[in-house]
């Protein structure tokens, strides 16, 4: 079965330094997509970065990036300049072949001033 | 992206009562639609995935007697929690699956459920 494992249940940054939310993962596919998604107190859902498996390149998205390692079945997000406005719990997310997405269990982020 | 809607955002009812909550999917239509359930300081649990014109596929341990779901179109799905008791109290939401291609979900904004 598909799992996603996230270890860090929370962490804290100072504004406008750089922090790393840890994923890993586990699938039998190929061919597959990570996401990563950030729920602020609002709760919605809001998609951060997309990584598709068979691009080496890491996806980046403004101050997201990520640094995704196939073998080691790893895709970490690296959040540099953190704002409070990412105060907020990130999900690490893979979808199985019907879009069925798996979520690790999150990493509450702390941003302080 | 694209958008998902849900209606209600927080409902309270009765023990007993049935509640409706839909989720509609507003500038492109979904074959698929997940619903999920979601504690404090928990991550999302598939609860079931909802296909246009066919049954509900629910996971392992979902009561789908408890859990109506509907999908009758393809931007509509609905989920019916009947004879709620306060255990189902919790956080609903509603995701809508985009292309193959894609991989991703888009998500509403969910509904929170006070059973009283």
């Known amino acids: 079965a598909q799992t996603v494992t996230q270890s860090q249940p929370e962490m804290s940054v100072q504004e406008a330094e750089t922090v790393t939310l840890s994923c890993t993962y586990d699938?039998?596919?190929?061919?597959?997509?990570l996401f990563w998604y950030k729920q602020p107190p609002s709760r919605q859902m809001i998609l951060v970065i997309r990584q598709e498996a068979y691009k080496q390149q890491n996806a980046t998205e403004n101050r997201f990036s990520v640094n995704f390692q196939k073998a080691a079945k790893s895709f970490s997000l690296k959040i540099s300049d953190s704002q409070l406005g990412d105060t907020a719990m990130y999900f690490c997310?893979?979808?199985?072949?019907?879009?069925?997405?798996?979520f690790g269990a999150g990493t509450r982020l702390t941003v302080k001033p | 992206g694209a958008v998902v809607s849900q209606h209600p955002s927080r409902v309270i009812c009765k023990s007993g009562t049935s509640v409706k909550i839909e989720c509609r999917s507003l500038?492109?239509?979904?074959?698929?639609m997940f619903w999920y359930r979601q504690f404090p300081k928990k991550s999302l649990m598939l609860m079931a995935t909802?296909?246009?014109?066919?049954?509900?596929?629910?996971e392992q341990g979902v009561e789908k007697d408890k859990f109506l779901i509907n999908h009758a179109s393809l931007t509509l799905s609905t989920l019916t929690v009947t004879s709620a008791h306060p255990e189902d109290s919790s956080f609903y939401i509603c995701?809508?699956?985009?292309?193959?291609?894609?991989?991703?979900?888009?998500f509403g904004p969910g509904t929170r459920l006070t059973v009283l």
């Open positions: 997310a893979s979808p199985l072949y019907n879009n069925d997405m798996r």
């Open positions: 909802s296909n246009e014109g066919s049954k509900a596929t629910y």
């Open positions: 995701s809508a699956g985009a292309s193959v291609n894609w991989g991703g979900q888009f």
């Open positions: 699938t039998s596919e190929n061919n597959y997509y």
């Open positions: 500038d492109f239509q979904a074959t698929t």
